[in-house]
């Protein structure tokens, strides 16, 4: 499993998050994703780590490794 490394753009009131990968793609994070990380909080410019299930959706928002 490769992870891809990405910078939170914006941290949304529902609990999800707007992230910019390194390739310069921006990829919506749903809540579901964003608590299965165990963030309490995000905050725009913090680095982290996508984690995508078998159908490529964002499952897991990780701390970066």
């Not at 998050?17 to 913090?46: E, I, K, M, N």
Request: aromatic fraction near 2%; charge should be positive; avoid cysteine.
């Amino acid at each position: 499993m490769a992870l891809e490394q990405a910078t939170v753009s914006a941290h949304h009131p529902d609990g999800s998050a707007t992230v910019l990968r390194d390739d310069g793609v921006l990829v919506d994070v749903p809540a579901a994703a964003v608590a299965s990380g165990g963030w309490r909080v995000l905050r725009a410019g913090q680095r982290v780590a996508l984690e995508r299930g078998e159908d490529g959706r964002v499952r897991v928002l990780r701390r970066p490794v």
